[in-house]
């Protein structure tokens, strides 16, 4: 780590004067390092299988001094005069004990084998189908030896067989072979095969958890991006834009319905305006005739209806307008 540490510093050093330089500069340490890292691994895997195989030795040795020791004590009990039948049963099922115990460790070993080292494991599948068969042949030899005092074999012989059925966990009437053994190496390695291809099936569901994952970090990166930069996410649709149009003005109507119902619905009435009153563009004047003088004087349209905003205002206007008018009917009839 130290010296990666070093190589980090002078690369950073390095990008400063001469960045192409320094790139090839990382990538030649980051080989070696790979290398390096490859080795390292390569080696403590070969250390492991070193301990396994020590592992291995040690426990069949063990086994092996068992056998050893019921194989004498039950040899012994067949020579033994007068032969005694109970010593006889005891050290015949220490002995199957034994090859079994035997039994047991080679396929658990096996099974090992094919979840850490699988081509290992098929490279000793015929040697190890060896092993199991010769526990076998010993088994059947030494259920065959009570012959040598036939009448012990006459008692013991059928307990025998039922105990070594039991000791496997298979029923009497099965057979015991080389092929039943097989049979069940072959499961091992469908039971492997399946955790194989269910460790791949979730390592691709891992590498697609983290590629979405990448894409929504790189989306709201881009979407802080845009909005730092005052960019709009969308572009607006023109008939979403036309139906915000429509609904302003149904939002102004509204409005203007409000402001009527608050100003009691008050609306000003037409009001008529002569020409000298207000000074107005002759052309859109509206000439009328006076009922009582007979003469015609030029007034303003109706204006359109407006709602009141300040209703004592607009009375007084009223009034101030009418006596007016009055004012200027009596001038003409004097």
């Not at 130290?2 to 510093?9: C, D, M, P």
């Not at 990166?221 to 909005?227: G, H, L, S, Y």
């Not at 149009?245 to 119902?261: A, I, L, P």
Request: include cysteine; charge should be negative; aromatic fraction near 4%.
């Amino acid at each position: 780590m130290k010296e990666w540490s070093e190589l980090e510093e002078h690369y950073q050093e390095m990008r400063l004067k001469d960045p192409k330089g320094a790139e090839d500069f990382k990538k030649k340490m980051t080989g070696r390092f790979q290398k390096t890292v490859e080795a390292l691994e390569e080696e403590g895997s070969a250390e492991k299988r070193q301990l396994i195989s020590m592992h291995q030795q040690r426990v069949m040795t063990i086994i092996n001094m068992r056998k050893k020791s019921a194989m004498d004590c039950y040899t012994q009990s067949l020579d033994q005069t007068p032969p005694k039948t109970k010593r006889i049963e005891k050290c015949l099922e220490k002995l199957l004990r034994s090859l079994e115990k035997d039994r047991t460790h080679t396929l658990h070993h096996f099974r090992h084998l094919l979840n850490s080292y699988t081509k290992q494991a098929l490279k000793d599948k015929d040697a190890i189908l060896d092993h199991l068969d010769d526990l076998i042949r010993m088994a059947n030899q030494s259920i065959q030896m009570l012959d040598r005092v036939p009448t012990v074999a006459d008692k013991i012989r059928r307990r025998m067989i039922a105990f070594w059925h039991n000791l496997r966990g298979i029923p009497l009437d099965d057979k015991i072979s080389k092929e039943s053994e097989l049979a069940i190496m072959d499961r091992y390695e469908e039971e492997v095969a399946q955790k194989q291809q269910e460790r791949e099936r979730q390592k691709m569901l891992d590498e697609e958890r983290k590629q979405e994952l990448k894409e929504l970090q790189e989306e709201k990166k881009r979407v802080e991006a845009n909005q730092k930069g005052g960019k709009l996410e969308q572009e607006f649709d023109p008939e979403s834009m036309e139906d915000e149009r429509t609904s302003d003005r149904q939002t102004g109507s509204d409005s203007d319905e409000f402001d009527q119902s608050r100003s009691g619905g008050a609306v000003l009435p037409p009001t008529a305006t002569t020409a000298t009153s207000t000074p107005m563009r002759s052309g859109s004047l509206i000439p009328h005739e006076d009922e009582e003088t007979n003469e015609v004087h030029d007034i303003l349209p109706t204006p359109k209806q407006s709602y009141i905003q300040n209703q004592a205002f607009h009375h007084n206007e009223a009034v101030r307008l009418l006596s007016l008018s009055l004012y200027q009917s009596n001038i003409y009839a004097i």
